[in-house]
């Protein structure tokens, strides 16, 4: 299948592998607000059930506006605010049905590790009492619906180094420095 429903109408939008997200909201009504120009480049927000699922960086699909909610435009003026450098924290409700219960354990984990600070996959892993699934932690990284929001980029390589990121390395640099980490 290459098309979503929404709210009875067809809608192109390309579908990733059967693992992602995206597929677990075919048949669901969804909306989309974007895209929203950024210093890493186009973003949109995707509301499912009255909350945030997914944040769309550059290069995902479906950046083209289907849709409003107030909950995608508090989204999109918070992460506004934080690309301005006035938001540390976001207060909007998040949405993470089709999530394994691993991985919105994860993301839940990540969620308390504060602005301007980082962490390690390892550290993480600990954090969700997994010492040893450092990859499965950084493939819950990886897949994070929600980036930003969700701020997977204040995972570290245990040696320090920048290690992955969806949106693309120049991007987690650019966010790190936004919050003033120096990688």
Known sequence: ???LAVWGSRVRIPLAPPRRLSDRLVGQPFSYRGPMDTSIGQLGVV???????RVLLPG????SRIDDTVTAALATQQIAEYFAGERRAFDVPLNLDGVT????EVLRALMEVPYGETTTYGELARAVG??????AVGSACATNPLPILIPCHRVLRSDGALGGY??????KRFLLALESIDV
């Open 1 to 3: 299948r290459t098309t």
């Open 47 to 53: 509301t499912s059930a009255g909350a945030v699922s």
């Open 60 to 63: 995902d699909a479906g950046q």
């Open 101 to 104: 219960e691993f991985r919105a």
């Open 130 to 135: 997994r010492p040893k699934a450092v990859r």
């Open 166 to 171: 969806r949106g693309g390395t120049e991007a």
